[in-house]
């Protein structure tokens, strides 16, 4: 890999595709004209919902008294169950589920009936001319519940733990048993078990939930809403709202951020677009930060037990993990944590099982790098704590069981340069300046230690649309239905974009958010940048087919009468591949014939689909599609590889001892995500990712009382996310890595690795600082001082 040459120069149409161009978007956002959900404020009639929530967990409403509520100014409506009109379709049926399709989270639908299933349920929706009339009228609306006692979480002494019943949310799968994990842990000479516990907790996205309905016509219906894809939003409600799906038009222009919680659709958006029916007017509903912790799911409250067998040389010999974790009434939602526990490291004998607890609880739902984020956790302290135990270095231990294959299913990886991230990691960081003893490094009164952990995520695959519109002046536009969560996708796109077409990236035009465009995956499971950004370039290809045809077949191009085989595309520049002298721009062909403007379709393909492109650094010119001969003869060689990111993670902690605060000072991150298309928002992609895991690892908590199963800090003053201030300035790089099977583009996603592995960073940190393993987040300065007791110690 370190020997082949970058990618500029393998691609000669690279030119914005791996510079660090700074946001397309970046004026509109800090002029304020880039227009989020909530800013459509100009639509006729538009009117304000708030909802009125339950204060109790569990109940039933026994009435609604709603005469002062009625009496206060520029009230609309007050709708509850008993006058809220009826979707069409929930998900409450297996029918409507499968009809709403993947965006399927929680299935129940409030305002339905009388009964009460978890806190802050919504009870009632106040519509107003104004947001502080239809506050003021809520806080007036009196709804009167006869309470029950809620089960609060797993840990309930009410709660019963069970078997999932079947795959639920693509997310309790687990892994699959292999060898004969609970015999060769039994026969291991070194043994560990230890159980990691991980807080409820939230995303906090910097914009709410956010939700304009717009029926422009009884049947048609326009929603400006927070959402991490448009079509699934699209496909949801025409389901909820029994409408032709092209009936329903979904925008989402800007976000500010989702973590996971703008990627299912949630009652809200839902319940506002049957309000504006009921009152027959635009309606806009944005949730108050509290209900941003009941609305849009959380990442569950959960504990994990991993019991870990090994050789006294640190070779794993046996895996067994057990997870339980709190759903909801109705659904059976668990992130799989197994799935990166059994595929990071080479172990011959792997089971996991997973019990989940109904708890009066919204469902819980996907949170940046679901599963393999609390999973990393669990395996990379314990392969710290093995490492420890035997005396062998923190990487040089996960180099024992290095995984030259994925485990889990046998197959070759696709690419992996994991042995490069810890390499360039470890002299990043000074590594080996590492004291291998615990508790010896001070700094003044402080105690430092250095830790360090594995990231992976999965290549996760899906299909999407694209087209290209290239206009003979030079300028182009590009639509795609995609989202940018505020990560980057406009600014990637257009780069592609760019490239693709020969053109600069200020002559590109990348247009997304709408459903009105081509249907794209989501912004999820880190899949958008690699679908979004192969689909643009196989749409730019059609765009070329199509010209190369023109030009043979023009008597003034210096290409007529050319084979189209025989002509490449440099640039923008159509020549001969013999003779590259022979050949014209495209706007030289485009001007003379008169062609305004030629349009391009392309599929993002993936997996077994998808032919290599000169971008996933397959040789270029003509040889595209190579990549699926691999060395395995006859096998698909797409199909049949293990497709996934690799990193490391490197912290530096001060731990004040009579504080028992934990100060993360250095960081440093190595990753392989395939072909990084732009390092500035890449690195950014990175920070934010470790910065939450941080966050996860040292702050991040929603308290459910356990009586009252409510939450105690639902605002981010109690809520602590990672400011400025906890994060030091951060070292990010990437390995040059070429990945010729996943994608026409070659790029990996990088969104979810960023988290895996940095919570359990911070904990090996704090093991090497103070000898104290840390095993439940979040690592706040209580559970430190508990730990350091010197009582304990003795
Ligand atoms: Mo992410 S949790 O796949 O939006």
């Known amino acids: 890999m370190d020997s082949e040459p970058t990618f500029?120069?393998?691609?000669?149409?690279?030119?914005?595709?791996?510079?660090?161009?700074?946001?397309?978007?970046?004026?509109?956002?800090?002029?304020?004209?880039?227009?989020?959900?909530?800013?459509?404020?100009?639509?006729?009639?538009?009117?304000?919902?708030?909802?009125?929530?339950?204060?109790?967990?569990?109940?039933?409403?026994?009435?609604?008294?709603?005469?002062?509520?009625?009496?206060?100014?520029?009230?609309?409506?007050?709708?509850?169950?008993?006058?809220?009109?009826?979707?069409?379709?929930?998900?409450?049926?297996?029918?409507?589920?499968?009809a709403i399709g993947p965006s399927t989270q929680m299935t129940?639908?409030?305002?339905?009936?009388?009964?009460?299933?978890?806190?802050?349920?919504?009870?009632?929706?106040?519509v107003a001319d104004?947001?502080?009339?239809?506050?003021?009228?809520?806080?007036?609306?009196?709804?009167t519940i006869a309470p029950e006692a809620p089960i609060a979480s797993y840990q309930d002494p009410k709660a019963q733990l069970f078997n999932p019943s079947k795959e639920p949310g693509g997310a309790a799968e687990g892994t699959k048993p292999r060898g004969k994990a609970t015999a060769a842990f039994a026969a291991a000479p070194v043994q560990l078990t230890a159980t990691y516990t991980h807080a409820t907790n939230h995303h906090n996205p910097m914009e709410p939930g956010a939700t304009v309905a717009h029926w422009e016509a009884a049947d048609r219906l326009t929603v400006y809403d927070t959402a991490q894809g448009v079509s699934w939003q699209q496909r949801a409600l025409s389901v909820f709202l029994g409408l032709p799906t092209d009936q329903v038009r979904v925008i989402t222009k800007y976000i500010g951020g989702g973590f996971g919680c703008k990627g299912p659709i949630w009652p809200h958006t839902v319940l506002t677009a049957l309000t504006a029916k009921a009152v027959g007017r635009p309606v806009k509903l944005v949730l108050t930060r509290p209900q941003m912790f009941t609305s849009m799911g959380h990442r569950e409250d959960q504990e994990q037990t991993l019991r870990v067998g090994a050789t006294k040389e640190g070779k794993l010999l046996a895996m067994l993990h057990e997870k339980h974790s709190t759903t909801s009434q109705w659904d059976e939602y668990a992130e799989s944590n197994s799935k990166i526990v059994g595929m990071l490291y080479a172990c011959p004998n792997f089971e996991a099982t997973t019990k989940l607890a109904h708890a009066n609880v919204m469902t819980p739902s996907w949170m940046r790098a679901p599963g393999e984020a609390p999973g990393s956790f669990a395996i990379e302290c314990a392969m710290d704590d093995l490492a420890a135990q035997l005396g062998i270095d923190p990487i040089e231990i996960r180099l024992r069981n290095y995984a030259d294959r994925d485990p889990s299913n046998?197959?070759?990886?696709?690419?992996?340069?994991?042995?490069?991230?810890?390499?360039?990691?470890?002299?990043?960081?000074?590594?080996?300046?590492?004291?291998?003893?615990?508790?010896?490094?001070?700094e003044g009164k402080l105690l430092v230690g250095w830790g360090m952990a594995t990231a992976s995520y999965p290549v996760n695959t899906s299909q999407g649309n694209a087209r290209v519109r290239l206009y003979g002046d030079g300028h182009a536009v590009v639509q795609v239905g995609a989202t940018d969560l505020g990560t980057g996708t406009y600014t990637i796109i257009t780069q592609v974009a760019a490239d693709s077409l020969g053109i600069a990236p200020d002559k590109v035009r990348f247009e997304l958010g709408d459903t009105m465009l081509p249907t794209t995956i989501i912004s999820g499971g880190s899949m958008a940048a690699g679908t979004v950004s192969s689909s643009v370039y196989v749409a730019a290809q059609d765009v070329w087919q199509k010209l190369i045809k023109v030009a043979v077949a023009d008597k003034k191009s210096p290409l007529y009468r050319a084979k189209p085989t025989e002509v490449e595309v440099a640039k923008g520049r159509l020549q001969?591949?013999?003779?590259?002298?022979?050949?014209e721009a495209f706007q030289a062909l485009m001007q003379r014939g008169q062609i305004f403007d030629i349009e391009g379709l392309g599929q993002g393909h993936v997996g077994a689909d998808y032919e290599a492109s000169q971008?996933?650094?397959?040789?270029?010119?003509?040889?595209?599609?190579?990549?699926?001969?691999?060395?395995?003869?006859?096998?698909?060689?797409?199909?049949?590889?293990?497709?996934?990111?690799?990193?490391?993670?490197?912290?530096?902690?001060?731990?004040?001892?009579?504080?028992?605060?934990?100060?993360?000072?250095?960081?440093?991150?190595?990753?392989?995500?395939?072909?990084?298309?732009?390092?500035?928002?890449?690195?950014s992609q990175i920070i934010g990712g470790?910065?939450?895991?941080?966050?996860?690892?040292l702050m991040e908590q929603s308290v459910r009382d356990p009586n009252l199963a409510r939450?105690?800090?639902?605002?981010?003053?109690?809520?602590?996310?990672?400011?400025?201030?906890?994060?030091?300035?951060?070292?990010?790089?990437?390995?040059?890595?070429?990945?010729?099977?996943?994608?026409?583009?070659?790029?990996?996603?990088?969104?979810?690795?960023?988290?895996?592995?940095?919570?359990?960073?911070?904990?090996?940190?704090?093991?090497?600082?103070?000898?104290?393993?840390?095993?439940?987040?979040?690592?706040?300065?209580?559970?430190?001082?508990?730990?350091?007791?010197?009582?304990?110690?003795?």
């Open 8 to 98: 500029s120069q393998t691609n000669p149409q690279a030119v914005a595709v791996g510079q660090p161009l700074s946001r397309v978007d970046g004026r509109a956002k800090v002029t304020g004209a880039a227009k989020y959900s909530a800013e459509y404020n100009n639509l006729p009639g538009l009117v304000h919902a708030v909802i009125k929530t339950s204060d109790v967990a569990k109940g039933r409403i026994t009435s609604i008294d709603t005469s002062a509520a009625q009496r206060e100014p520029g009230v609309l409506a007050i709708l509850t169950h008993q006058n809220l009109p009826k979707p069409a379709q929930t998900a409450e049926s297996e029918e409507g589920k499968k």
């Open 108 to 126: 129940f639908m409030p305002l339905q009936s009388d009964q009460i299933f978890y806190a802050a349920q919504p009870v009632a929706i106040v």
């Open 130 to 143: 104004t947001l502080e009339h239809a506050q003021q009228a809520a806080a007036k609306l009196r709804v």
């Open 410 to 442: 046998g197959q070759p990886w696709s690419s992996k340069s994991l042995k490069q991230c810890y390499q360039r990691g470890a002299e990043l960081f000074g590594w080996n300046k590492r004291n291998p003893k615990v508790g010896q490094t001070r």
């Open 576 to 583: 001969l591949k013999a003779d590259p002298a022979k050949g």
């Open 615 to 683: 971008f996933a650094g397959a040789t270029p010119s003509g040889k595209s599609g190579n990549a699926k001969k691999s060395d395995d003869a006859g096998v698909d060689a797409a199909a049949g590889h293990s497709m996934h990111s690799f990193g490391a993670h490197f912290c530096e902690v001060h731990v004040d001892p009579e504080l028992g605060t934990v100060r993360v000072t250095k960081w440093v991150s190595v990753i392989g995500g395939g072909r990084i298309l732009n390092p500035k928002t890449a690195r």
């Open 690 to 697: 470790a910065t939450m895991g941080i966050g996860a690892a």
């Open 711 to 794: 939450y105690t800090n639902p605002n981010l003053a109690d809520y602590h996310v990672c400011t400025n201030a906890d994060i030091p300035d951060m070292t990010v790089e990437f390995i040059d890595e070429k990945d010729p099977y996943i994608n026409a583009m070659g790029v990996k996603g990088i969104g979810e690795i960023s988290m895996v592995g940095t919570s359990a960073a911070v904990g090996n940190a704090i093991f090497h600082a103070t000898g104290q393993r840390m095993r439940n987040l979040p690592i706040t300065p209580a559970k430190m001082l508990e730990a350091m007791r010197p009582s304990q110690k003795a």
